[in-house]
């Protein structure tokens, strides 16, 4: 038999289980403690290590605690954002895009800036030697891509292969899906898969720090500009806090403190700038609010 009483105490147990002590006002949330995610894009332990001037500047400037949190997966990190349990986060544009589709009220407030721009490409490599020497040779072979919800690392690069070399990862080529964008440029070094894509700032991070030997990869084409990474916040926090977070990330400056997020500086970001993701999300025929 159902018991209602039971239950509730179940779900009111669980819920517990997911808070934080909040101060709780018309004006919103003022959590003591603030979550802050990173997206999951490289070896956890390595983001949170690269982290940690980040979490002393935020728990300077904002006299929070800070908590650093690096999820297992894209869809883990936008169920985290849907359901509260971190209040900033570190999106990639499409995951974003995503997200925003889940929880339409948390709120894109900067974005990265690289070489003076906000914006970046997907690169598409290949084993130097291999069987690809040109987007046209992916066709019958396997081409490696990170997360599914990933823009650099797997939506731009197969609209990309699409439009540039009609190939369509349905028919034409066989998509193999290793998560993380290290993990596709090491598989593709190694010629476990004979090609592969990956955000192109991030191969050029790991060829500068040694983790990837850039002399047995081959480039073979860039997309298009994308839309940096978004900082992203929870849209119910007090909006004192909020205007808080927003400058302390756009009058961000310490060098050692940017260089976690790959980027000089951050700029003032808004939804409608990722537009351009859920148009080619469309180019797929992908429906967002599926995935």
Do not use: C, W
Request: charged letters at 25%; aromatic letters at 6%; a negative charge.
């Amino acid at each position: 038999m159902f018991d209602r009483r039971s239950f509730a105490k179940t779900v009111a147990a669980t819920l517990l289980s997911f808070s934080l002590p909040l101060s709780v006002s018309a004006q919103g949330k003022d959590p003591s403690r603030l979550r802050v995610a990173l997206l999951p894009d490289e070896n956890a332990a390595t983001l949170i290590q690269n982290a940690q001037p980040l979490k002393e500047y935020l728990q300077d400037t904002l006299d929070k605690d800070i908590e650093i949190i690096v999820t297992t997966d894209y869809s883990s990190m936008i169920e985290a954002m849907r359901f509260g349990r971190i209040e900033v986060a570190y999106f990639g544009p499409f995951s974003y895009v995503l997200a925003k589709s889940r929880a339409p009220e948390i709120e894109p407030f900067a974005v990265g800036v690289e070489r003076g721009s906000p914006t970046y490409q997907s690169v598409l490599i290949a084993t130097k030697d291999g069987p690809v020497n040109e987007l046209a040779d992916v066709r019958g072979e396997s081409f490696g891509f990170g997360d599914q919800a990933s823009t650099s690392g797997h939506l731009v690069p197969r609209a990309h292969l699409l439009k540039a070399a009609g190939l369509d990862g349905e028919t034409d080529y066989n998509p193999v899906h290793l998560g993380t964008h290290d993990a596709v440029a090491r598989a593709v070094q190694t010629g476990q898969i004979p090609a592969g894509a990956l955000s192109k700032p991030i191969l050029d991070s790991l060829i500068e720090s040694g983790t990837v030997d850039g002399s047995k990869i081959v480039e073979l084409d860039l997309s298009d500009p994308i839309p940096n990474y978004p900082i992203v916040m929870q849209g119910d926090l007090n909006e004192e806090l909020k205007d808080s977070i927003r400058q302390a990330f756009l009058d961000m400056t310490d060098d050692e403190v940017l260089r976690s997020f790959r980027v000089e500086a951050f700029a003032p970001a808004s939804d409608t700038d990722y537009d351009v993701l859920r148009e080619t999300a469309e180019i797929l025929n992908l429906d967002i609010g599926t995935l």
